[in-house]
């Protein structure tokens, strides 16, 4: 964290691809135009092909408090998920959203786009944004970030890997 220059607690943070369905450039207008000055906005996540996209996100994020960690895993991943203030998943389109299971592991508040995958974690109203309305997201982030932290406690049970490899295996064995 101390080499990316962000201090606990004093950053929002986004995982994910750096790629146009995730989202990321409008997350960077909403942060812009929230104006959290005492707070931080990490990007972390590698470039693929979209390379150009890259580009526009940096060049959006030109005089903005908004880090890009690149690709990031193991060790320096869990202390930005343990440390972040907000978990912000930004995506147009999604398929299952792993990476909003990890914040919520970490006990993290979250802001999430309301698209049908995100409604497959039990998340409160108060935790979607419309996607793609940096409008809304912008207020969202205000109120996040304004709100006095606490640490949230997620039921993930359904989401547990024994539990779902014990239901997988009696499905497979009902079969035969």
């Known amino acids: 964290m101390q080499s990316l220059g962000v201090e606990p607690g004093k950053y929002i943070i986004a995982v994910g691809r750096i790629t146009p369905e995730k989202g990321f450039d409008y997350l960077i207008k909403a942060y812009k135009q929230a104006r959290l000055d005492d707070t931080k906005l990490v990007i972390a996540g590698g470039v693929e092909a979209e390379s150009s996209y890259g580009k526009e ?33 930004s995506s147009v389109n999604e398929g299952f959203p792993l990476v909003l299971l990890e914040a919520m592991s970490y006990g993290r508040d979250v802001l999430v786009s309301d698209i049908p ?50 239901k997988v295996d009696g499905i497979y064995h009902s079969l035969i």
């Open 57 to 89: 996100l940096q060049q959006l994020a030109n005089d903005a408090n908004v880090v890009f960690a690149g690709f990031v895993q193991g060790e320096k991943l869990e202390s930005l998920y343990s440390n972040a203030r907000l978990y912000v998943l």
């Open 117 to 166: 995958a995100t409604h497959l974690v039990e998340l409160e109203k108060e935790d979607y944004f419309e996607k793609a309305n940096v409008e809304d997201m912008t207020s969202k982030l205000r109120y996040k970030i304004c709100t006095p932290s606490v640490k949230r406690d997620y039921d993930l049970n359904q989401f547990d890997w024994d539990k779902i490899a014990d």
